[in-house]
């Protein structure tokens, strides 16, 4: 099954634009090989509203979002993982605001743990912090946290109810594949995360790069049954004697960016790590992007 990418993403950096009747979108100008065209802050509410994903430390964006809320009170920060094109404006966003940030906890800190992607963010710390079903109650608009790793240990979407949107930060993006990259990023985790989102009933996706989705269940199952086309293909190469990820992914990523061939590797590793753990793959030694895989019989 394809995944139905959607690309068109109508924006202005720095203007806020309406996505649902409670929801509005200001983009960042941080375009790049894993933001698309940039990080989508969201504003939920009207009057006193909370702020998703602050994005990058850019005192423009910031600036933007200011401009975006003016005559409105900012009374919640949201922040649904700790990668550093999501998260750092929140420091300068609540100084300027005083409002109380939430997220699920401080960046994961794993040893051996590789920068991907843009990195992590060891400074944000929440004032209040999130598990999964906790409610984030405002001024006319309720968030439910749904708890999402995979990507990231500490990833959490945020279900508005009155629009039956949930804000998928990077668990499920409009525009690409989402990198899982151990040993924080877990493809079993992952996994385990798409089939939670199959079972709500929301009627719109509104991920932080690319635009909204409006097709939920089909566009997540096409997202998990690319995962799993992606591991047969990996036993594939292993059944024919591709045995390094280096190799497999020259083989399994034709045509993409080769910018993005080292978080490829990432995610093959991860399916990999994921076989092993199944019993359907070996491998010689500890399992990273330098090892041995054999396919076991």
């Known amino acids: 099954?394809?995944?139905?990418?959607?690309?068109?993403?109508?924006?202005?950096?720095?203007e806020a634009a309406p996505v649902t009747p409670q929801i509005r979108r200001v983009v960042a100008n941080n375009p790049g090989p894993f933001t698309y065209f940039g990080t989508g802050s969201y504003i939920i509410?009207?009057?006193?509203?909370?702020?998703?994903?602050?994005?990058?430390?850019?005192?423009a964006h910031i600036d933007a979002l200011l401009n975006a809320v003016r005559n409105e009170t900012v009374t919640h920060i949201l922040?649904?993982?700790?990668?550093?094109?999501?998260?750092?404006?929140?420091?300068?966003?609540?100084?300027?605001?005083?409002?109380?940030?939430?997220?699920?906890?401080?960046?994961?800190?794993r040893e051996g743990s590789p920068?991907?992607?843009?990195?992590?963010?060891?400074?944000?710390?929440?004032?209040?912090?999130?598990?999964?079903?906790?409610?984030?109650?405002?001024?006319?608009?309720?968030?439910?946290t749904v708890y999402t790793p995979g990507h990231l240990s500490n990833h959490v979407c945020f279900g508005v109810r009155e629009d039956k949107a949930l804000l998928s930060g990077d668990h499920v993006m409009g525009w690409s594949t989402t990198v899982i990259s151990p040993p924080d990023g877990d493809m079993k985790s992952y996994m385990a995360s798409l089939d939670k989102l199959l079972a709500r009933d929301d009627r719109l996706l509104i991920p932080t790069h690319g635009a909204e989705i409006k097709d939920p269940k089909s566009f997540v199952q096409a997202y998990a049954e690319h995962r799993r086309d992606r591991e047969r293909q990996i036993l594939k190469c292993l059944a024919e004697g591709v045995e390094h990820i280096s190799e497999m992914v020259k083989l399994l990523y034709v045509g993409v960016d080769p910018r993005l061939y080292g978080a490829a590797g990432r995610s093959v590793l991860a399916h990999l790590i994921h076989l092993v753990e199944l019993g359907q793959v070996g491998v010689d030694g500890p399992p990273d992007t330098d090892a041995r895989f054999k396919l076991k019989r």
């Open 1 to 14: 099954m394809a995944i139905p990418f959607v690309r068109e993403l109508a924006f202005t950096y720095g």
């Open 45 to 59: 509410g009207h009057g006193k509203v909370a702020i998703v994903d602050p994005g990058p430390d850019d005192p």
């Open 79 to 109: 922040v649904t993982h700790t990668h550093r094109d999501h998260s750092p404006g929140t420091k300068a966003l609540k100084a300027a605001t005083g409002a109380t940030t939430y997220g699920y906890g401080p960046h994961p800190v």
């Open 115 to 144: 920068q991907v992607e843009e990195g992590g963010d060891h400074d944000f710390k929440p004032d209040v912090v999130l598990r999964d079903g906790d409610v984030v109650n405002g001024e006319g608009w309720t968030a439910d």
